[in-house]
């Protein structure tokens, strides 16, 4: 659950970012599930004066570098927004292993920080784009009833109004074609659930990371101590932890206006970097399709040729697709 009504964090840096001049980086303690965290608000200066905003939230073994992803929506007119949760990119502390969760929805304390300060700051409207596991994150905090009455009454006080979710290439099913995944859930949970405290040891770099990062001959200049070419270690209770938030979401219906963008094919398994190239290399696209229509019964889709599982590091075609369809759809929403 989120934050509750009366905890307090503690801003205890506020400086430039390490993207540069036109970045601001804050960075809030407060008291995770066993010691305490820190989570990193990150927030491009310009349009100051505007109330709407994006908030990016980033997916595994991830964290916010997309300099470019900010200046795009800046010339929209909105202000941007990115969070490093806790034990992620400019989160990570020794105190706790990098991407570890007791649960899911411990992030919701990191959003709730985070919308906090951007209603401070005068924000009033916020459209939240999440990536993978970032979108299953933000999905299970939009999914949360807000039943007492106080608390929503709170809510509505001290943060901005959600008015819409674009989510990119969101982790809301596991990995497998939709046939598959009905036989392999389940003995996956069982397996993750009686042995949470093993790992998959990540080894060798993927070609996903081959595909983006600049040191294979891709695009990307990102830090790979935060954003390990192999990844980080696969916790099984992680991994446990989104069945169950994937599991509990397929029972809620979200009504707020949704954008699903994803790639047009999944290229898991192949064994080129060119091949790779080609889709999402990370999940299928079926099983998130399917997934987000049982969940989001105000849907739209955009689906982009050749888009990579993060579609804003795909090559320029695809990428220009990616942002065009985000835009034409929040002008659409600026419409209705």
């Known amino acids: 659950m989120s934050a509750p009504i009366g905890q307090h964090w503690k801003l205890i840096n506020d400086c430039e970012d390490l993207l540069?001049?036109?970045?601001?980086?804050?960075?809030?303690?407060?008291?995770?599930?066993?010691?305490?965290?820190?989570?990193?608000?990150?927030?491009?200066?310009?349009?100051?004066?505007?109330?709407?905003?994006?908030?990016?939230?980033?997916?595994?073994?991830?964290?916010?570098?997309?300099?470019?992803?900010?200046?795009?929506?800046?010339?929209?007119?909105?202000?941007?927004?990115?969070?490093?949760?806790?034990?992620?990119?400019r989160s990570i502390r020794p105190s706790t292993p990098p991407n570890w969760c007791e649960s899911l929805e411990q992030y919701g304390q990191d959003l709730d920080i985070a919308l906090a300060t951007m209603k401070a700051d005068g924000v009033d409207d916020v459209v939240i784009l999440g990536h993978s596991t970032g979108g299953l994150v933000v999905s299970t905090y939009l999914a949360q009833p807000y039943a007492l009455p106080e608390r929503e009454s709170y809510y509505q006080k001290a943060f901005p109004t959600i008015s819409g979710l674009i989510l990119n290439s969101p982790f809301l099913a596991l990995p497998f074609p939709p046939a598959v995944l009905k036989r392999v859930s389940w003995p996956i949970r069982i397996l993750v659930s009686l042995l949470p405290f093993s790992y998959l040891r990540a080894k060798k770099f993927t070609l996903y990371a081959k595909t983006i990062h600049c040191a294979f001959g891709g695009e990307w200049d990102y830090r790979l101590d935060w954003k390990p070419a192999q990844g980080f270690d696969l916790s099984f209770h992680w991994l446990r932890e989104i069945i169950i938030a994937q599991r509990n979401l397929s029972n809620q219906r979200i009504t707020i206006p949704t954008l699903l963008c994803r790639s047009d094919s999944s290229t898991?398994?192949?064994?080129?970097?060119?091949?790779?190239?080609?889709g999402d290399a990370v999940l299928d696209i079926d099983s998130m399709q399917a997934a987000a229509d049982k969940t989001f019964s105000n849907l739209s889709n955009a689906v982009i040729p050749q888009g990579f599982h993060d579609l804003y590091l795909s090559q320029?075609?695809?990428?220009?697709?990616?942002?065009?369809?985000?835009?034409?759809?929040?002008?659409?929403?600026?419409?209705?």
Do not use: C
């Not at 820190?38 to 916010?64: C, E, M, Q, R, W």
């Not at 898991?268 to 080609?278: D, N």
């Not at 320029?316 to 209705?336: C, G, V």
């Open 316 to 336: 320029p075609p695809a990428r220009t697709a990616y942002l065009s369809a985000m835009t034409s759809w929040l002008e659409t929403q600026d419409n209705t």
């Open 268 to 278: 898991i398994g192949k064994k080129t970097v060119q091949e790779t190239q080609q």
């Open 20 to 89: 540069g001049a036109d970045f601001r980086a804050r960075t809030f303690a407060f008291a995770g599930p066993k010691t305490q965290v820190h989570t990193t608000l990150i927030n491009h200066l310009g349009n100051p004066s505007a109330t709407k905003a994006i908030l990016y939230v980033h997916g595994y073994t991830d964290y916010f570098f997309q300099a470019g992803l900010a200046e795009h929506f800046i010339q929209l007119g909105y202000r941007f927004y990115a969070i490093d949760l806790q034990g992620y990119g």
